[in-house]
């Protein structure tokens, strides 16, 4: 499959775990002020009662980070930088944080990944589903959040980032916010604007001219 099939919009909550959102080891690895990574959870618990009201789908991904899933060079980081693997699966690290599947809401796992395209049947789902527009929410803006949604973009899909759902963890978060309007063309908005919740339509001098064949 090398696009979507469809112009459904689909919510994708990206990495809202223990180890990333809550306790020592996500404070420690966030750094900055603990109000802001909490207002972000916040803004994603939010969202997801928002979208389930809209009837629009709700995704969950989520990572383990256990060593036999990691890659050479991610070992390689990890020994270099003083690393511990995270959200090792079965573990209280893994769980989902304040936010968790309703029945019926698929998970997908990336393993030592951080683009969601990589995790097995991510992609296959949204196009069954006919889904053509990924609105994210979730950790972290500048690693999962931007690695899934550049991939989104490459395929073709509409991106839609909810600034009150997520934040930088190594960059300044405005600016990640430019660089993804810039590069992929995304929509940065609220999960209160009802603009965020469908597809952006084309403007008529935006529709693709298709030449006749002579």
Same mark, same amino acid.
């Given at each position: 499959?090398?696009?979507? $099939?469809?112009?459904?919009?689909?919510?994708?909550?990206?990495?809202?775990?223990?180890? @990333?959102?809550? +306790?020592?080891?996500?404070?420690?690895? @966030?750094?900055?002020?603990?109000?802001?990574?909490?207002?972000?959870?916040?803004?994603?618990?939010?969202?997801?009662?928002?979208?389930?009201?809209?009837?629009?789908?709700?995704?969950?991904?989520?990572? $383990?980070?256990?060593?036999?899933?990691?890659?050479?060079?991610?070992?390689?980081?990890?020994?270099?930088?003083? &690393?511990?693997? &995270?959200?090792?699966? +079965?573990?209280?690290?893994?769980?989902?944080?304040?936010?968790?599947?309703? =029945?019926?809401?698929?998970?997908?796992? &990336?393993?030592?990944?951080?683009?969601?395209?990589?995790?097995?049947?991510?992609?296959?789902?949204?196009?069954?589903? +006919?889904?053509?527009?990924?609105?994210?929410?979730?950790?972290?803006?500048?690693?999962?959040?931007?690695?899934?949604?550049?991939?989104? @973009?490459?395929?073709?899909?509409?991106?839609?980032?909810?600034?009150?759902?997520?934040?930088?963890?190594?960059?300044?978060?405005?600016?990640?916010?430019?660089?993804?309007?810039?590069?992929? +063309?995304?929509?940065?908005?609220?999960?209160?604007?009802?603009?965020?919740?469908?597809?952006?339509?084309?403007? =008529?001098?935006?529709?693709?001219?298709?030449?006749?064949?002579?």
């Amino acid at each position: 499959m090398t696009g979507p $099939t469809g112009e459904r919009t689909a919510l994708v909550v990206v990495d809202v775990q223990n180890d @990333f959102c809550t +306790g020592p080891t996500a404070l420690a690895r @966030f750094g900055g002020d603990p109000t802001v990574l909490d207002a972000a959870v916040t803004g994603t618990v939010r969202a997801v009662v928002a979208a389930r009201a809209r009837d629009v789908e709700v995704v969950f991904v989520r990572f $383990t980070g256990d060593p036999e899933h990691q890659g050479a060079a991610w070992r390689s980081r990890d020994h270099d930088l003083g &690393k511990r693997p &995270k959200c090792l699966e +079965g573990s209280w690290g893994a769980e989902f944080h304040r936010v968790a599947p309703a =029945p019926g809401e698929r998970v997908f796992t &990336k393993r030592a990944r951080f683009d969601a395209f990589l995790g097995e049947g991510f992609e296959e789902h949204l196009g069954a589903r +006919g889904v053509g527009h990924l609105v994210f929410a979730g950790v972290y803006a500048d690693v999962c959040v931007d690695t899934t949604a550049r991939t989104a @973009f490459q395929k073709g899909f509409h991106v839609t980032v909810l600034t009150d759902c997520t934040t930088a963890l190594h960059l300044p978060y405005d600016e990640v916010l430019r660089f993804m309007r810039v590069v992929y +063309g995304a929509r940065t908005t609220t999960a209160s604007d009802p603009a965020a919740w469908t597809a952006p339509a084309l403007g =008529p001098e935006e529709v693709p001219c298709i030449r006749p064949r002579a």
